[in-house]
């Protein structure tokens, strides 16, 4: 495991800690699974995180260790091979309006989890907040295989709507992006802004 981690530091030097979570599974029904390993490294880039299972939590760790290896490997060649081509410009991101809510709620720190039980029933819903800063397509599917989801929540550099995108079959995604009656009177009014100008 040395080994592993020696090359974790060469793949993240900058990387602040390596977090690891290991959950028994106590299912009958999931014997050949019932070790999971979970492998996050915090840097001052992006979260790197990879999850495996097992029957055994060594042989668990070991999955693990070799899909985040191959994360890091990633990110370490997008860096090299994107670093300072491509000049940053400035997006126009007007804030969200206020939501007025009738149960004013403590607001979790960006990362944390909340959860919420539905009165009586079994169902939990599990609530996380996240700073959102704009970002390309590119960028998102960047991020989202470096957490290791299926999915990814962010807002569109080109048109400041937030924007969900998803794996697919194989190595084909998909990218859901939210209209509402805002984003609409929003760009309606910059088109009519620039017919007015032109």
Do not use: C
């Not at 793949?11 to 599974?25: C, G, K, M, N, S």
């Not at 999971?36 to 060594?58: F, H, K, M, N, Q």
């Not at 599990?126 to 590119?138: L, N, Q, S």
């Amino acid at each position: 495991m040395d080994e592993k981690l020696a090359k974790v530091e060469q793949l993240a030097p900058r990387a602040q800690r390596i977090d690891v979570e290991v959950t028994h599974e106590n299912n009958p029904r999931l014997a050949g699974i019932r070790e999971r390993v979970e492998l996050t490294v915090v840097d001052s880039g992006p979260v790197v995180r990879a999850e495996a299972t097992a029957d055994d939590r060594y042989a668990a760790l070991d999955l693990a260790a070799g899909r985040l290896l191959e994360r890091l490997r990633r990110n370490r060649d997008r860096r090299k091979g994107h670093r300072g081509n491509t000049p940053l410009t400035p997006v126009d991101v007007r804030p969200p309006e206020p939501v007025v809510d009738t149960e004013p709620a403590p607001a979790p720190a960006p990362g944390e989890a909340v959860e919420h039980v539905l009165g009586d029933s079994p169902v939990v819903i599990r609530e996380k907040v996240h700073e959102a800063h704009p970002m390309t397509v590119d960028d998102a599917l960047y991020e989202m295989e470096m957490v290791g989801h299926d999915f990814y929540l962010f807002i569109d550099a080109e048109t400041a709507q937030p924007s969900v995108a998803y794996r697919r079959h194989g190595w084909s995604y998909g990218v859901i992006k939210l209209d509402t009656p805002v984003m609409r009177a929003g760009l309606a009014g910059s088109a009519g802004q620039a017919a007015a100008a032109g």
